[in-house]
């Protein structure tokens, strides 16, 4: 078995113009190569993924700020029969000491 070389591309804004939070953005690229090797499963892995993930980051004080993104699919071109998400949600705390 030999995983298919992957290759991910990320491109992210943000904007600084409000106090309490910062409105982000991100645009998210991966390519996947099937896997391959004798017990690799060349059908169905592999493909392409766009997706756009809008966000923000909220300041809750000096120290603590949340952050929170919806990653959402634009283009999804796999190969043979896989799962994928139809959104992808996170959230993070950031600490500061």
């Known amino acids: 078995y030999r995983p298919g070389n992957a290759w991910h591309a990320n491109i992210g804004f943000n904007y600084h113009g409000f106090e309490q939070w910062t409105p982000t953005i991100q645009f998210n690229y991966l390519n996947k190569k099937a896997d391959g090797g004798s017990a690799g499963d060349s059908w169905a892995?592999?493909?392409q993924l766009w997706y756009v993930t809008p966000g923000a980051m909220v300041n809750l004080?000096?120290?603590i700020?949340?952050?929170l993104n919806l990653q959402l699919p634009l283009h999804q071109q796999i190969n043979g029969i896989q799962l994928t998400p139809k959104?992808?949600?996170s959230v993070g705390v950031?600490?500061?000491f």
């Open 45 to 47: 892995t592999g493909g």
């Open 87 to 89: 959104y992808i949600a």
């Open 61 to 63: 004080n000096d120290q």
């Open 65 to 67: 700020k949340v952050l």
């Open 94 to 96: 950031r600490i500061g």
